[in-house]
């Protein structure tokens, strides 16, 4: 890594560095599963019942239907950032704003109440992607985890209103599973180098690491690794214009700096590290990104640290991604 800097005003940076990089995630491979009846999402505390149609999803956590080319996402996060998330579904006005910074726009806001009496908010609405209107809807839960379930499918496919409710309704929540668990549910392997220690495995598809012993490091003060597993959207002929589009599509990393560029190995795949700093609420930071494409899928690792303990996690951070390799 270079040592210099970094921004993105989120008190819950982890989540939100996260969620950016889980963006247009949903459309990605599949398993064999049976539909239509209460199914565990694997590595997660949540279980739903999907529409008729939708499978258990191979590379995230969640559902979809490959012929309506619908999907559902969950995505875990600890539990403080239900306090955090709450206020962006709290009405129809202060979501609209909200979503709309991630190109969603919101047309109505309900309140659902789950078979295990949990009232949840449910927004709807649409996202225009790579010239496909997509169909969107969002409901936040709480429990042990904060677990926020995005639907999406385009507009032409668009399922009923009262279906859509009906599989919100039906999400239940239990006991987290252990990091091993998670782990083991994820599409790719990873290790985790010290002085990074895994902090959580978010969507199925995504893992957090932190330097230090803070698992929600609200002043981002902690060196971070987050690794996550997404779809491929847009023109992936360059590989370079699609490492720069990502990071700077990443929220806080619009105006960061690139100071180095170079073609590399990463999860066995010909790929391409980033290195450059960027300004994190004041705070001067420096990045790494590593980022390979195959197969309509982006893996991407993302690293950040303060300019001052840059040489404490350097080498690690390399090491973590040297160790990133898919399953078979």
């Known amino acids: 890594m270079n040592k210099s800097g970094g921004a993105e005003p989120l008190k819950l940076r982890s989540i ?45 956590a969640g559902f979809m239907d490959i012929e309506k080319q619908g999907s559902f996402l969950v995505s875990e996060m600890p539990g403080p950032a239900l306090v955090q998330l709450s206020p962006l579904f709290a009405d ?42 997509l169909d969107k809807w969002i409901a936040l839960y709480g429990g042990e985890k904060t677990v926020m379930i995005t ?33 083991s549910a994820l599409p790719f392997e990873i290790e985790a180098i010290e002085p990074f220690r895994i902090v959580d495995v978010l969507g199925g598809a995504s893992v957090l690491m932190m330097a230090g012993d803070k698992d929600v490091d609200p002043q981002g003060l902690q060196p971070m690794v987050v690794v996550a597993l997404s779809q491929a959207n847009g023109d992936m002929s360059n590989l370079a214009a ?20 170079e073609v590399t190995a990463f999860a066995g795949m010909d790929g391409l590290v980033l290195q450059g700093t960027y300004e994190d609420d004041g705070i001067k930071k420096n990045f790494v990104q590593y980022i390979a494409v195959e197969d309509g899928r982006a893996l991407r690792l993302v690293g950040t640290v303060v300019v001052e303990r840059a040489d404490e996690v350097e080498d690690a951070i390399d090491e973590v991604a040297a160790s990133v390799a898919f399953r078979d």
């Not at 385009?154 to 990091?179: C, D, R």
């Open 16 to 60: 939100g560095l996260v969620s950016c990089m889980l963006i247009g995630l949903c459309l990605s491979g599949l398993q064999h599963a049976k539909a239509a009846e209460p199914t565990a999402v694997p590595g997660t505390t949540v279980t739903m019942t999907p529409p008729e149609g939708f499978v258990a999803a191979a590379d995230f």
């Open 92 to 133: 129809e006005n202060r979501a609209a704003k909200s979503f709309a910074t991630k190109g969603i726009t919101i047309t109505g806001r309900e309140e659902i109440e789950t078979a295990a009496g949990e009232t949840v908010p449910l927004l709807h609405g649409t996202q225009a992607i790579n010239g496909v209107v």
């Open 151 to 183: 639907f999406q499918i385009p507009q032409e496919n668009a399922l009923e209103p009262q279906t859509m409710k009906a599989a919100f309704v039906s999400v239940s929540t239990g006991v987290a599973p252990a990091i091993d668990d998670k782990l």
């Open 242 to 261: 699609v490492a720069e589009r990502s990071l700077r599509e990443t929220a806080g990393f619009k105006a960061a700096e690139i100071t180095a560029k």
